[in-house]
Structure formats: C-alpha cells, structure tokens
C-alpha cells in the first residue's frame, strides 16, 4: 500500500518585499515613489521547502523566532500564497494560526461562536446543536454574554481551540495557541488532540515548548532562516536542536 499524505509541500520559497529604508511619512514616501529612488529588498522567508506529512500523523515544526514557521503554517493553511512551489492538502483543514482571527472582539463569546461557524461554513442549526459542547470544554460559562475584548488571551484561545476541534476537521494546524492557556487546559488540549489523532485526524503543530512537541508529536521539522535544517523521528529532531542551540 502506498503511504497517503495529508500534506505535501514541494519546494515552497516565500519572499517579502521589505522597503530597504527608513520612510517616516506618506509624502516622503510618494516624493521617492515618483523619483523612483524607493529600494526594495528581498526577503527569503522560506527557501525550497519539501516535505510530507502522512495522514494521521502528528506533526511538530521548531525553530527560532522569526525561521518562517507562522508564514509556512499560513501557505499550508491557505491564507498566504507562496512565492514559488505549491502545496497539497487533502481533507478539511482547520487553522489555529492567529489567535482572534475569525472573532470581532467587540462581540460576546456567545456571539462569536455563531459567527465563527458561520466562516468555517456550518449553519447556525448545526452550531446551536454543538453550542454546549463548544461552551463545557472552553468552560467560559461565566463569561459568556461578555465582550470578547475583555478577554485574556487564554480565553480566547479556549473558544477558538473548543470551536476549531468540535468538528474533528481532517487536519488540525495550531500555531503557538496551546501555549497561551494555563497547564490544565493545556492537558485537555493535548487530550483532544490524543483522541483527534485516534480518529484519523492529521495534526500539524507549532509550539515553543519543546516538551510540548516531545509529548505529542511523532515526527519534527527543525527550521532554521527558512531552510529546512532536519527532518524525522521527534525526539532525534529536537535532540539536536537542544544541542544546536
Ligand atoms: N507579511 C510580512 N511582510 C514582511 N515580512 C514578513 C511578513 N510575515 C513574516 N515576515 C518575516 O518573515 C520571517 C519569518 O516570520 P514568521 O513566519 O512569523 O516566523 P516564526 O513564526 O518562525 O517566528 C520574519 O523575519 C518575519 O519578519
Ligand atoms: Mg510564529
């Protein structure tokens, strides 16, 4: 039988445009735009990155701050469009990128709910039938008719986490989110993403813990100023990243 992947990532580059030079105000800004003296410089995010995850995999990505990790979980996910190279994913893919995203913070928890089902695509019947459910595992009860910008940032990682995992999507991407909530939400996180996993559910995780990623993740993905610096089993990966660093 021939290995199904999940995700495929073929010689992906991501460039950003990053103005060379300081520019304090929109007329400095048109006054070089006409006399076209602006300088642009090219930034390698990610540098011909090709790798695969196997369906049901749980899959960890480390690196330092800034090695492209948030940009490549953004061009698996669909929010970015890479530079170069392409990326197939098979299944329903739900992304736990930017914390917020997909909430208008001047609306309740409750509110936000509906409408966050509502941009994942589920109608407001089939939302109203897991609204329990959302609310037990975020455990926000108390807080639910207040204004999500009076949340914390754990909070709002709760509702989002309870929403993204409801549905058991066909693949799980969480970038960083884990790590703003206390421990023991933290272990329900793990929990679900334990069971998520039993189901089928390929699970693609960023997280500045390493024992995070020790404790979930079968296989690891060391990124280093966007090049792919080692692949493999979890533990040899993040191994020699401890001793790399
Ligand atoms: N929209 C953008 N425009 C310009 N540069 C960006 C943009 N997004 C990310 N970058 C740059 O790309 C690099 C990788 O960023 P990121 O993927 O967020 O890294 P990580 O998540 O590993 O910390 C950083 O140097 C960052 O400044
Ligand atoms: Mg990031």
Known sequence: MSTEYAIEVRDVEMHFNMSKERIDSLKEYFIKLLQRRL???DFTALDKV???VEKGDVFGIVGLNGSGKSTLLKIISGILTPTKGS???R???APLIELGAGFDLDLTARENIFLNGSVLGFSKKFMEEHFDEIVDFSEMQEF???PMKNYSSGMIARIAFAIATMTRPDILIVDEILAVGDFKFQEKCEVRINEMMKG???VLIVSHSLDQIERLTKHCLWLEKGKIRMIGETDAVCDAYKKGY
């Open 39 to 41: 300088m642009f410089e």
């Open 87 to 89: 990326v197939t994913t």
């Open 144 to 146: 639910l008719d207040t």
């Open 50 to 52: 090709t790798f695969q």
């Open 91 to 93: 299944g329903a893919i």
């Open 200 to 202: 089928d559910t390929t």
